[in-house]
């Protein structure tokens, strides 16, 4: 059985950093394309950025809003996939999803309960 | 404001047939291939439809995907009360480089 479980969501003030985690277990994580999605409260899915798998040329794509100041990374040996995430903003709140791609690299086949991030102050 | 476009909500009653649409551009859904997930208000997303048409394992037949050109649709027959539920089209973005979704619509079966 596929499962992702996040972790490292929290309280954290406007222009700080935090790190979400992504553990998956249950499929070949290293052979895996991995995205993050996140989604407002009362809002819509939002992309956020993804992973390829090791050795793959442009490892990782980011959604505009993010770019520059989100970083996802893989520790294959831990089975864990990471969203760095600075310069935080408010905009940024919302609950972040794990995912794995299934064939395409974006249609995302299985979700993590995900982990919730509140920007204020 | 999405890049994907959907109706805000549609409704149909028990047994009936809905029609969800998506639609996009030749930068996104014209040259790619378009997925549906459902989302049960509470909970993640679940996978529903890729590949335009094609359904993932324990998927009903009920639901059905299609595209032309720069739309997709996603039908559902047979309605169910527990269908209700926030549909999402999503795809790849080739100008942007980057993975794009709808705002999502609300089914309610009434």
Known sequence: ?121 | QSVLTQPPSVSAAPGQKVTISCSGSTSNIGNNYVSWYQQVPGTAPKFLIYDNYKRPSGIPDRFSGSKSGTSATLDITGLQTGDEADYYCGTWDTSLSAGVFGGGTKLIVL
């Open chain 1, 1 to 121: 059985e596929v499962q992702l479980e996040e972790s490292g969501g929290g309280l954290v003030k406007p222009g700080g950093s935090l790190r979400l985690s992504c553990a998956g277990s249950g499929f070949s994580f290293s052979h895996a394309w991995l995205n993050w999605v996140r989604q407002a409260p009362g809002k819509g899915l939002e992309w956020v950025g993804r992973i390829k798998s090791n050795g793959q040329p442009g490892a990782t794509d980011y959604a505009p809003p993010v770019k520059g100041r989100f970083t996802i990374s893989r520790d294959d040996s831990k089975t864990t996939v990471y969203l760095h995430m600075d310069s935080l903003k408010a905009e940024d709140s919302g609950v972040y999803y794990c995912t794995t791609a299934h064939l395409r690299g974006y249609d995302l086949n299985f979700w993590g309960r995900g982990t919730l991030v509140t920007v204020s102050s």
